[in-house]
């Protein structure tokens, strides 16, 4: 009998071994072709998203340009095709479906040319050239809506291989930096009125004109009621009652120097005559013709009735005193108080576009002020002066901290404090005084305290050239992606 040789345990094991080694190799394979493939989607997408982020920067960069651009150039408001600028017709079937006349679905009335002459609508030239050799090109588009003349800013933006595309957009309206039409020269609540105190009154002119010193006794424009009736000047608008000291006001016509003869006849009138190079000490009301309490020496006591509203309070006939003198004048630009911290859009366009003190401020701090995008001054400290602005080219002022004018102070503008005021003697304001809450902080007048409406101060600040503002249209920031 032969003796059969069996497998062994040991040569069974071995099999099972070398089953689960392939079994494990195949497996390793497959998860490292696994990984491996993820790690190639993982690249692809950080290199799209890298080339999105690339492109998107590149297209903020353009959108930033176009929106300065329009910011600097508010005749691109006239929206005219043949006009001051370079508009194309985006009904024209040649340009109609092309960028940025089309943009995704939305298409525009007219677009900015950048190259005046080609048949094509080019972009804006750039002023300084993205260096990394980034593609990004900036448009402006034009259309009009229910809320007026809405230009477009269009930005656009290539990565640097050529394979990522973005857009950026953002609206504007044209509006007005202060607020258009007659000024006050004095708006402020709860104003008692002391010390010796003379404001000249708003004549209600037109301010429209192209030189202010065309405005004459013959032109003057009283303000009037529904039924044409003359209602008077308004001189000062404050929400409260009562004064003290003497006090008294007097329209433009009356506010003279008996020193001098006038061009129309009789004593010199300051308002019409006076540059802010004239001495103005010899100017006063003419005591025949003022309003003011009975200590000013005029010739009849003064009570506020509808025909003559000169000083503003709840009684007033003509409207409401406004809920914040600030947002009033400033064509309502919001003013809010965050940390202790005063923040508007005002105090960051003086940032941008005029001076801006961190502190407090004085005459030398508003050098060079008038050839500012805007004449604004805004110091977070208390603000101080002796001789600031000139007729023709006034300034406005906001101060934070107190706003004091020196004795003998002659300053030209619109001065608006958001807390204290105080005038020493001899001070002479010609333009406005704007404060924001004097129910709460003091205003503080001593000596010989003269408030003028100036024609030329508010036709200068209320000129298109300075006045014109830009506003962002809320909710037209948009960033969509080309490829």
């Known amino acids: 009998m032969i003796n059969q040789p069996h497998p062994s345990f040991n040569s069974q094991k071995g099999a099972v071994v070398l089953l689960i080694s392939i079994v494990l190799l195949v497996g390793v394979t497959l998860i490292t072709i696994f ?36 910011k600097n150039n508010t005749d691109l408001y006239e929206g005219t095709v043949g006009g001051t600028s370079p508009w194309k017709d985006c009904t024209n079937v040649s340009i109609k479906d092309d960028l940025p006349c089309k943009v995704g679905s939305k298409s525009y009335a007219l677009a900015y040319d950048g190259i005046i002459g080609t048949t094509t609508i080019d972009p804006l030239e750039y002023t300084v050239p993205l260096t990394s050799g980034i593609a990004s090109d900036s448009y ?11 230009l477009t800013a269009i930005g656009t933006g290539e990565s640097l291989d050529g394979t990522g595309e973005a857009f950026a957009q953002v609206s504007y309206v044209k509006s007005n930096f202060i607020t258009p039409g007659a000024i006050p020269p004095i708006l402020a609540s709860g104003v008692d009125l002391s010390g010796s105190f003379t404001i000249i009154a708003d004549p209600r002119v037109t301010h429209s004109q192209g030189d202010c010193k065309t405005v004459t006794p013959l032109n003057v424009s009283p303000i009037t009621n529904e039924d044409g009736d003359i209602l008077g000047n308004m001189s000062l608008w404050v929400h409260g009652n009562g004064s003290g000291g003497t006090w008294q006001t007097c329209s433009v016509d009356s506010y003279v120097d008996d020193a001098a003869s006038s061009l129309w006849g009789g004593d010199l009138k300051c308002i019409y005559e006076y540059t802010d190079t004239d001495d103005w000490s010899n100017c006063a009301c003419d005591p025949d013709d003022h309003l003011s309490d009975s200590g000013a020496g005029s010739t009849a006591g003064y009570t506020p009735t509808y025909d003559h509203p000169d000083i503003k309070g709840d009684w007033n006939v003509i409207e409401d005193f406004p809920l914040s003198p600030f947002e009033h004048f400033f064509n309502g630009k919001e003013l809010t108080l965050i940390a202790g911290e005063y923040v508007s859009d005002v105090k960051q366009t003086a940032k941008d576009d005029g001076i801006f003190i961190d502190g407090n401020c004085g005459d030398s701090d508003t050098v060079g002020y008038e050839d500012n995008d805007k004449p604004i001054i805004w110091c977070t400290g208390n603000a101080t002066f002796d001789t600031v602005g000139t007729q023709y080219d006034p300034i406005i002022v906001v101060s934070e901290g107190t706003l004091k004018l020196n004795g003998n102070a002659n300053v030209w503008g619109i001065f608006v404090g958001l807390t ?12 406005a005084v704007i404060i924001e809450d004097a129910a709460t902080y003091n205003f503080n007048t001593n000596g010989n305290y003269e408030q003028i409406y100036d024609f030329c101060v508010i036709s200068s600040l209320q000129d298109n050239s300075i006045n014109s503002d830009t506003v962002k249209l809320a909710y037209s920031a948009k960033d969509f992606q080309g490829n």
């Not at 402006?140 to 809405?150: A, F, L, P, R």
């Open 35 to 70: 990984a491996a493939r993820v790690g190639i989607i993982d690249l692809r997408i950080s290199g799209n998203e890298y080339r999105h982020k690339e492109s998107k920067a590149a297209a903020h960069a353009a959108l930033e340009q176009s929106s300065a651009f329009i």
């Open 140 to 150: 402006i588009v034009y259309e009009v809506s229910s809320t007026g003349n809405i």
């Open 420 to 431: 204290d005021f105080t005038a020493t003697g001899g001070a002479r304001v010609h333009g």
